[in-house]
């Protein structure tokens, strides 16, 4: 197997204007490309946080429709007072109804 010829480094003694030039173009490039890599990146990262934002301000406002919802519930409980009535199931029932109404599981992510 052939071993690659050695790359011919300049030195300060025998590189050339345009050899420089050359470098600072290839430079130039290199940070460029990478300038634009990190940009797509920050793009992508971007998007998905707004993303993610957008459905937990989403869930919020569900959660906070099932708790409203719920405080009805609970307010015509306080109205009927403390006495058994027979209706606690129902009305535990009404509860969960109203919550599963209000939220989805698929809405989780």
Same mark, same amino acid.
């Given at each position: ?7 011919? +480094? @300049?030195?300060?003694?025998? *590189? ?20 634009? +890599? ?16 957008? +459905? ?38 009404? *509860? ?5 109404? @209000? ?7």
């Amino acid at each position: 197997m052939t071993q690659p010829a050695p790359v011919s +480094r @300049h030195t300060v003694d025998s *590189i050339t204007s345009d050899a420089l030039g050359a470098l600072y173009e290839q430079l130039d490039a290199a940070q460029q490309t990478e300038l634009a +890599r990190q940009l797509a990146t920050c793009d992508k990262a971007f998007a998905s946080a707004t993303l993610r934002a957008a +459905r937990a301000e989403t869930r919020a406002y569900k959660a906070e429709a099932a708790l409203d919802a719920v405080r009805v519930l609970a307010d015509e409980l306080v109205q009927h007072g403390n006495r058994r009535t027979g209706n606690e199931q129902v009305l535990g029932c009404r *509860i969960l109804a109203t919550l599963d109404a @209000h939220t989805n599981p698929k809405d989780q992510t």
